[in-house]
């Protein structure tokens, strides 16, 4: 059985960081670009990064403009874990965060695997 599981969030003051982990066990997650998603309160879920490559290369990262400079992807291939990396959090960023195994948020619900989501709040 497939099973995707966030971890990470918290509150955290405004400017602060946190690190999000994406782990999974039935699913190899090198073997797939990862998307990480968030839906704040009110609003439609929304892609935030795409880890397209196992090598963790920077090249090969996608990220949406309201964060990109601030959110960094990664992956532990060994660990079979994807990480996202946030800095200089904004009140902006309070959301549930949730990775999937697919950067297309569509196909990810038609044919992938989604976490429970974590919270990230942040809030002084």
């Known amino acids: 059985q497939v099973q995707i599981v966030e971890s990470g969030g918290g509150l955290v003051q405004p400017g602060g960081s946190l690190r999000l982990s994406c782990t999974a066990s039935?699913?190899?997650?090198?073997?797939?670009?990862i998307g990480w998603f968030r839906q704040a309160p009110g609003k439609e879920r929304e892609a935030v990064a795409c880890?397209?490559?196992?090598?963790?290369?920077?090249?090969?990262?996608t990220y949406a403009d309201s964060v990109k400079g601030r959110f960094t992807g990664s992956r532990d291939t060994v660990k079979n874990i994807v990480y996202l990396q946030m800095n200089s959090l904004k009140p902006e960023d309070t959301a549930v965060y949730y990775c999937?195994?697919?950067?297309?948020?569509?196909?990810?619900?038609?044919?992938?695997?989604w976490g429970q989501g974590t919270q990230v709040t942040v809030s002084s």
């Open positions: 880890i397209n490559s196992s090598d963790g290369s920077d090249g090969q990262m």
């Open positions: 999937a195994n697919d950067c297309q948020e569509a196909a990810a619900t038609k044919y992938g695997y």
């Open positions: 039935g699913l190899t997650l090198n073997w797939y670009a």
